[in-house]
């Protein structure tokens, strides 16, 4: 069964079936480490829910503000982070990697 | 993303086949490509299509090199691995959820109505058949993994005797050190030989000194979650 709570497709479906206004955030590209590899989704409601992920944690906050972002202006969007900033080595968080992240509204 | 396409995706994520999902990532055009076709409103040159097809043989999510501007995104998607668990006990109780968690389909197989009875297993898929026609309902191939928790001969044997008939990359079996020296005895009367049965974990999962029934069952699925990603390698 493919229907499960740990599912962002499954989560994207379901709020899309509502009637609510979504996107799909994907990753696309990582290079060094990373916490989750090339396809990993995350589903993000326009009012800032989301399920799944994309990174283990850091940058999803951003990437979520870019969806509804996205949402607004109804048009995919390429976001790059560079996830070994000093900030993140502080509270460490420094997997030294990059990640490229699509973000897809649904429409 | 279209409502239809996302719709499109998930139909055939149901139909458990492989296909992959291409993206223009300047214009977010998408086209879904399977063996047979490709569905959308990106299109794809022939050897793009090819590409993208050697791709989900190789599970290889994206993006692919291309002349068009900001390049094309392909992501795999493959049916998930299937754990088939013999015996609906109280390992299993533990062990189906833990599985579905990780990704796994999974599948429970006993004749005996009691232990598959309602509330026993929540939403976990119970087959209540003898093993002998529960493995052939469920067929395993190379991406399933089979485990028995009967402790009944006649329930273990059967089924461990088609998962060894079968490329399943995983068979444990639970039981005691000297059970399962008495169990390889019978499946070589069986006709099995040592190199067959070796492919049986025996006792089963990783040495954790696992005693509750979810301690049992997380040994188990780290076990099958070590041998899925060796067999990958």
Not at chain 2, 7 to 18: F, G, M, N, S, T
Not at chain 2, 76 to 102: T, W
Request: glycine share 8%.
């Amino acid at each position: 069964m493919t229907a499960s709570v740990h599912d962002p497709l499954n989560q994207l479906s379901l709020w899309v079936a509502d009637g609510k206004k979504a996107a799909l955030a994907t990753v696309i590209a990582t290079w060094g480490s990373s916490p989750r590899p090339v396809g990993s989704h995350m589903a993000v409601l326009e009012s800032g829910d989301f399920s799944g992920s994309v990174s283990g944690g850091c940058i999803e906050g951003a990437v979520v503000a870019a969806a509804q972002e996205a949402i607004g202006t109804g048009r995919p969007k390429v976001l790059e982070y560079g996830i070994s900033n000093e900030a993140a080595w502080e509270v460490g968080l420094a997997c030294g990697g990059r990640v490229q992240v699509l973000v897809e509204p649904i429409s | 993303m279209k409502q239809d396409f996302l719709r499109l995706v998930e139909d055939r994520r149901r139909a458990k086949q492989p296909f992959a999902t291409v993206t223009d990532l300047q214009s977010g055009r998408q086209s879904l490509v399977n063996e047979s076709a490709a569905d959308g409103d990106l299109a794809l040159s022939a050897p793009q299509i090819d590409d993208v097809r050697r791709r989900i043989f190789a599970t290889r999510s994206g993006v692919m090199d291309s002349e068009v501007k900001g390049g094309l995104f392909v992501r795999v998607y493959s049916p998930p691995a299937r754990m088939v668990i013999v015996g609906a006990v109280h390992i299993a109780q533990a062990l189906a959820p833990m599985a579905k968690l990780a990704g796994f389909d999974v599948v429970v197989i006993d004749p005996r109505e009691a232990f598959v009875r309602a509330g026993r297993l929540a939403d976990i898929q119970a087959i209540v058949e003898w093993p002998d026609d529960g493995m052939k309902q469920v067929a395993p191939d190379a991406r399933t993994a089979v485990v028995t928790l009967t402790h009944d001969p006649k329930l273990d044997d059967p089924a461990l005797a088609a998962a060894l008939h079968s490329k399943a990359f995983y068979i444990g079996a639970l039981g005691s050190r000297k059970t399962h020296a008495q169990r390889l005895e019978r499946l070589s009367g069986m006709g099995f030989s040592s190199t067959d049965t070796a492919r049986i974990h025996g006792p089963v999962g990783l040495d954790i000194d696992a005693q509750t029934p979810g301690e049992i069952a997380v040994s188990i699925m780290a076990q099958v979650i070590e041998r899925m990603r060796a067999v990958a390698e």
